[in-house]
């Protein structure tokens, strides 16, 4: 019984291997290439990877290989052994970042994001306590002034902080700029709110600052659709 079980078992295994070799047969790969292909999808199954995204690396090695071998480029040639591969997949090597990549977005992006929570948190104040709300509240240029200064120094905190990846400086240079980056921070905050609230700063009404923190709400979702937004302050997001 456990006989018949067990070559039920390696016939099962068998046809499986077999239509796994054949959609690496007959698409214009060399027998080297294919049985490269093969082996390497063998071992891609038995990660933890989703099959939406093994589907993925296997179409795009076969569309590499098809036109890579045309110039005498072999499967080992481009991707080591089918181990080395998979291990390169599984844990992919870190790369370095800059400080300045994408980084015009990702300021505009955490500014704005910023510039909403300030018009919420303040609008709220004014709501709750429209008595001594005016004295809490600070004017619409500080909140402007402020955001902008959040924004410019999120990349560079979230970056120093992300374990994620490579850095180009080590710690200690890495904490210096992140004090730096602090104290900047601080200083502007507080000369911020201490503008007098006159002209251009004044406080405006809690309509108005929901108004402003709807459009910012509009402005961040559009940015994020066509931007690639790597550095969030609350939410670091490193595309592997």
Same mark, same amino acid.
């Given at each position: !019984? +456990? $006989?018949?079980?067990?070559?039920? @078992?390696?016939?099962?295994?068998? $046809? ?27 071992? &891609? =199954? ?9 589907? $993925? ?36 090597? =870190? ?31 004014? &709501? ?9 509240? @600070?004017?619409? +240029?500080? &909140? ?15 970056? &120093?902080?992300?374990p994620s990846v490579k ?5 200690? !240079?890495?904490?210096?700029? !992140?004090?730096?980056? @602090? ?11 201490n503008l007098p609230k006159t002209g251009i ?17 509009? @402005?961040?979702?559009?940015?994020? =659709? =066509?931007?690639?937004? +790597? ?10």
């Amino acid at each position: !019984m +456990t $006989e018949k079980r067990n070559a039920h @078992v390696q016939q099962d295994r068998h $046809e499986a291997d077999k239509k796994t070799r054949t959609q690496f047969d007959g698409i214009g790969l060399t027998k080297r290439n294919s049985d490269y292909m093969f082996r390497f999808s063998k071992e &891609l =199954k038995k990660t933890a990877l989703s099959p939406e995204r093994k589907a $993925e690396i296997i179409s795009q090695m076969k569309d590499e290989l098809l036109v890579e071998q045309k110039h005498g480029a072999t499967a080992r040639n481009l991707y080591g052994t089918v181990e080395e591969r998979i291990a390169f997949i599984v844990n992919p090597p =870190k790369k370095k970042t800059s400080m300045f990549d994408n980084f015009i977005p990702n300021v505009v992006y955490n500014a704005v994001f910023f510039l909403i929570l300030f018009n919420l948190m303040y609008g709220f104040i004014l &709501l709750i306590q429209p008595k001594n709300g005016q004295e809490q509240a @600070v004017g619409i +240029t500080s &909140l402007i002034l402020i955001s902008a200064v959040f924004g410019f120094c999120a990349p560079f905190l979230t970056k &120093l902080l992300d374990p994620s990846v490579k850095h180009t400086y080590n710690g200690w !240079m890495r904490a210096l700029f !992140m004090l730096i980056t @602090v104290l900047v921070w601080i200083l502007a905050f507080f000369i911020a709110i201490n503008l007098p609230k006159t002209g251009i700063n004044v406080v405006v009404s809690p309509i108005v600052n929901f108004v402003l923190a709807a459009i910012g709400i509009g @402005v961040d979702i559009w940015v994020h =659709k =066509k931007y690639t937004i +790597t550095v969030n302050f609350f939410t670091p997001r490193v595309k592997k």
